[in-house]
Every structure is written in structure tokens, then in C-alpha cells.
């Protein structure tokens, strides 16, 4: 930050802080309402906050820092912009709106750049990164099914477009790029239980686990992990890989099939239809609010310490879908009964993190707890009802 700046910054609190003070013979004094002077100066941090991040841009110009968010118009990608935006950042968004949504932008799309393309075309990836110091790569096609489904289209998105990023960041001049990896890469962990269904006796995953991915969506993008890696120790571009588990929240489309599973029990409970649950409910997830994942995200971009280094991103708390069926019934104040249908192939039957090396490396603090992000999603989820139109 500039001297200038921080002049500015520093005239600006004074203003908001000098009439705590009156002067007398013995000099200034504070007045006997000193104890409210922390309050003053939270009032006044809080009064220049936007004030700053324009004189910021006045200082800095074109030299203010610019990211890309590929998938940036997606569920965590649309989240991930609005907090960069907040911070100061200047943000590019590439995205194809295969499932991102432009609605998802709307709020702040004058305050970004968008270009719109895959990353599986070189030029567009090129175009986007070019001038960027910070690269978030989020986009993915992200579901199990869709990669039973197309497998190839799936290896395309999620590791050869995870190459091209890479090797775009790394010839222009990239500081660091950021990898949303997922927990799939672990597979099934029902044999890290010492009783049959028993989610209180799974052990965590933790980093250094054998990965071991069921499906191709988990191989695809365990491979764009690997590239990262490999780009970290071969030619020096500094990578972060944040293995995320169940994240959950509002602007998850919630009309898709191929959407997570608390979007789908959401619309459909709200709606006071029976969610269909495959299997017995009694597999477990690790799940983690989206407000979670982008304090992980932030983090993994200006930790200096984290360069190469790969991260559990969860709550470290296991939740059964079932369990799940209960929360939304409370929270609604129904009594609605979960279909099942039979078990989907390279499902994983249990999933929970170790977030340790993560609290300790990052500081990263799951600040949301289950019920209360359900709330919120039902919350999105009412004053939306476009959303929750169609069932899927």
C-alpha cells in the first residue's frame, strides 16, 4: 500500500477519532466517555471501507490488482467475484454459461470484466489470464453422473482445461493459481469405519490419504490437481489445491439433476414434495457452506506459506442424508417422508474431512453451522421462487 494511501487512510480515521479528545492544560484528555472509543474507531473503519477501495483504484489505476474466476458466473464462482469485489480486487470472469447463470452476475456486473468461453479453448483461456497476477479455476463440470454419462467431455473440462490454465499462467507471468479440487479423489471411506454405519467412528480424510477416485469426474479432476503439482515443481508457478467437500448454499441450482443433494431435498421439501433419497439415507457427507469455501478460497490466494501446498475444505463434521431429510422438516415444520430408490454406481458412501492442516496453515474457520445454512438456502430458495419452478 502506497504512503500516500495510507495518508489518506490515516487523515480519514483521525476525523472520526478527534472528538473523543478535548484538550486542557495537561494536553489532550480523553473525555469520560473513553470507553466508547473502540466503538468510534469500528464506526469509522467501517465508514471508509468503500471510500478506500475507490482511493485505491485513484493511487494504484491500472496497476490494481487483477484476478480471473473461471466458472465465475457459477454457484461458488458468482460468491467467490462478490467477495473479491469487496476486498479491492479488480475481477475477470471467464465462463461458457454451461451451468453458470448470468443472473448469478447481475448485482455487480458493471464492476466486472466478463468474457465469455471455455476454458477448453486456448485463446479464450489466453485472453482471460493475460494481465492477471491471481487465477481462482473453478470451472468444472461438476457432477458423478454427467461424467458416467460423457466421460470425455468430462476429462476435457476438468483436466486438459486445467492444463491449458496452467500453462497459460505460467507463460504470462502468473503469481499464483488457485485449484478447486474435490474430495471425490479419496473414494470410499466405509472401510475407515469400525461399525457398519456408525458416521461417529470415521476417521477424517487427511491430505496425505491414498486417493483412491470411483469415478471419472473424481479422476478428472485428481489430474488437474496433479498438473498442479507438477507446474508447482517444474516450473516454479505457485499453486494452491483446496480439496472441497459438500458445498452448499444459495444460487445452487436447485431445477438440475445433476445438482448437489441439499439444492434438490430444499426445492423439492419447500415444495412439500418427498425428496428421493438413493440408497438406505444413511451415507454421510461433510457439508460446508459456501460462505466457508470462499474464506478458504481468499485465504489460499494471500497465505504466502501456501504455495504448493494442498488443503482439506470442509467442517470436519459428518451428516447422514437422512439426518439431512430431518433438518429441512424441522426448519419447515413438516413431516415429509424421503423416497428411496436404489443406490447410483460410484456413489461414495461416506465423506468427511480433516480440516486441521487447514486451520493451521490457512486459518480457515467453518463459520456456519449446518442449520443455519440450510436456513439460509431456504431463505434464497422463498424469495426466488423462479428458481424452484420446475421440479427436476
Known amino acids: 500500500m502506497s ?26 484528555q480523553i473525555r469520560p466517555a473513553h470507553f466508547r472509543v473502540t466503538l468510534w474507531i469500528a464506526s469509522a473503519l467501517r465508514a471508509t471501507r468503500t471510500a478506500l ?86 470451472a468444472a463440470i461438476a457432477s458423478v453422473q454427467r461424467s458416467l454419462e460423457d466421460p470425455l467431455q468430462t476429462h476435457a473440462v476438468c483436466a486438459t482445461g486445467t492444463l491449458q490454465v496452467l500453462q497459460a499462467a505460467r507463460r504470462l507471468g502468473v503469481r499464483r493459481v488457485v485449484y478447486a479440487g474435490s474430495s471425490s479423489c479419496y473414494g470410499d471411506q466405509s472401510d475407515k469405519l469400525s461399525g457398519e454405519t456408525a458416521t461417529a467412528s470415521l476417521r477424517p480424510c487427511r491430505e496425505d490419504d491414498p486417493l483412491r477416485p470411483l469415478s471419472p469426474y473424481a479422476a478428472a479432476k485428481l489430474a488437474g490437481e496433479m498438473y498442479c503439482r507438477a507446474f508447482s515443481q517444474a516450473f516454479g508457478l505457485e499453486t494452491v489445491v483446496l480439496r472441497f467437500f459438500n458445498i452448499y448454499g444459495p444460487r445452487q441450482d436447485a431445477k438440475s439433476p445433476y445438482s448437489g443433494v441439499i439444492a434438490l431435498f430444499a426445492n423439492a421439501m419447500l415444495r412439500g414434495q418427498s425428496p428421493t ?42 451428516t447422514t442424508v437422512l439426518a439431512l431429510v430431518e433438518h429441512f422438516n424441522r426448519l419447515l415444520g413438516t413431516n415429509i417422508v424421503a423416497r428411496h430408490g436404489p443406490p447410483r454406481p460410484s456413489d461414495v458412501r461416506h465423506s468427511l474431512a480433516d480440516i486441521t492442516r487447514a486451520r493451521r496453515e490457512l486459518r480457515y474457520q467453518p463459520r456456519t453451522p449446518l442449520p443455519e445454512g440450510l436456513r439460509l438456502t431456504l431463505d434464497w430458495l422463498r424469495a426466488c421462487p423462479e428458481v424452484t419452478a420446475q421440479t427436476p
Open 53 to 138: 477501495v475507490s482511493q485505491a483504484r485513484v493511487c494504484y489505476g491500472n496497476n490494481m490488482r487483477w484476478c480471473l474466476v473461471t466458472g465465475g458466473a457459477g454457484f461458488l464462482g458468482s460468491h467467490l467475484v462478490e467477495a473479491l469485489l469487496e476486498r479491492g480486487y479488480r475481477v475477470r470472469v471467464l465462463d461458457d454459461f454451461s451451468s453458470g447463470k448470468r443472473e448469478n452476475l447481475a448485482p455487480f456486473q458493471s464492476q466486472i470484466e466478463l468474457q465469455v468461453g471455455s476454458v477448453t479453448d486456448v485463446t479464450a483461456v489466453e485472453s482471460a489470464i493475460r494481465g492477471c497476477e491471481l487465477v481462482f479455476h473453478l
Open 277 to 318: 433419497i438413493y440408497g438406505d439415507g444413511l451415507q454421510s457427507r461433510d457439508f460446508v457452506f459456501v460462505a466457508d469455501a470462499v474464506q478458504a478460497l481468499l485465504l489460499a490466494a494471500e497465505t504466502p506459506s501456501a504455495r504448493g501446498q494442498v488443503y482439506n475444505i470442509g467442517t470436519g463434521q459428518a
Open 3 to 28: 504512503r500516500q494511501l495510507v495518508g489518506w487512510f490515516g487523515r480519514k480515521l483521525a476525523q472520526q477519532v478527534s472528538p473523543l479528545y478535548q484538550t486542557g492544560e495537561s494536553g489532550a
